[in-house]
């Protein structure tokens, strides 16, 4: 079992949503022998990062260069989270060679020095979920997935690859569901919908949602399993610390809300009642769009993560009252 208060700590995507909030959690349980590796460009990533407590940043294109020249040193723990999470992004070179080859060069160098890797799979390789939303690591069920999208599949291309080569014996990856919080400001159209409510919600006193088109949902009662971030890098950190937890993970709250108990919960945060407006899901959209997404947590129990689940009504209040209306982040409260 890994002590974070001693170890030594790489976070790629360190300035990110999940990877800031990782950095946040870290400090919180004493460690701040930490290197951060991002690409903050010309984004207000920035921000995540002055509450927080490390000991270098590099920009990411420098970083598997240094690892390879030693003049990192050497790292107890890897948490590797950088990727581009557009699942809009069109560019299928530029997400092969951000989501998988460096994923695999990293993977590579983290293993040659002994350090614990974990890294960022994603709930979008589950596609439409008819193959199942099982965090099951064999060849057999991985081939079976379809992701919608090419960010997805960047994702499901190195999951495969670890399971073919037998690396997944000695790492692990955890497949985010739906995950909000603080931190996420800088994402643009790839918040939350927490986030991006509020900002409905002071312009217009409404929440937009999608229709629905299919017969099987009613408009608004599409269903997601949304995860407060605070529960992500609790569970993320878990399975880094924990020996033996090696594998696919997925990682959420085990329950399917719909996103009108989203909206409800966003209104009720602020005092407000309900307003909720249905518009037409853009045409390009529609082929892509996951109705339903439910991860089923039992690989995280079973390696020993106990903690409850933050309810979705309580992640949102704590959300929107700390976080979004004082305009906080992390490490600020």
């Known amino acids: ?32 022998r ?91 390789t589950y596609g439409d979920g008819s193959a199942g939303m099982k965090d099951d690591p064999s060849l057999p069920y991985l081939h079976t997935l379809r992701p919608l999208n090419m960010y997805g599949y960047s994702k499901q291309m190195f999951d495969l690859y670890a399971a073919q080569r037998g690396i997944l014996d000695k790492i692990a990856g955890v497949k985010f569901f739906n995950i909000f919080g603080p931190n996420e400001g800088h994402k643009g159209d790839m918040r939350s919908l927490v986030s991006k409510a509020y900002e409905q919600i002071a312009e217009t006193g409404e929440i937009r949602l999608f229709k629905s088109y299919i017969p099987e949902y009613a408009d608004g009662e599409q269903k997601r399993d949304f995860l407060y971030v605070k529960d992500a890098v609790a569970m993320t950190l878990h399975l880094a ?6 594998g696919l993970f997925n990682v959420g709250s085990g329950e399917a809300n719909t996103w009108i108990a989203l909206a409800n919960a966003v209104f009720a945060a602020l005092g407000k009642q309900p307003n909720i407006r249905f518009i037409d899901m853009p045409e390009e959209l529609r082929a892509k769009y996951q109705y339903f997404t439910q991860a089923d947590i039992g ?21 929107v009252k700390n976080y979004i209306v004082p305009r906080k982040h992390l490490g600020d409260v």
């Open 1 to 32: 079992m890994i002590d974070f208060s001693r170890a030594r700590v790489l976070v790629t995507g360190g300035a990110g949503f999940i990877g800031s909030a990782l950095v946040w959690e870290l400090n919180r349980r004493g460690c701040e």
């Open 34 to 124: 930490i290197v951060i590796a991002d690409f903050l460009e010309s984004s207000e990533k920035w921000r995540n990062l002055a509450p927080l407590a490390f000991e270098d940043y590099l920009e990411a294109d420098d970083l598997l260069a240094r690892l390879a020249s030693k003049s990192l040193g050497r790292f107890d723990v890897v948490l590797h989270m950088g990727a581009c999470s557009s699942t809009t992004e069109r560019n299928a070179a530029y997400l092969v060679r951000n989501n998988f080859q460096f994923t695999k060069d990293l993977a590579s160098a983290a293993l040659s020095s002994n350090a614990r890797f974990v890294y960022a799979s994603s709930a979008a």
């Open 241 to 246: 610390a924990t020996d033996g937890a090696s």
């Open 299 to 319: 690989r995280v129990r079973t390696s020993g993560y106990t903690a409850p689940i933050t309810s979705l009504v309580d992640a949102v209040a704590d959300y």
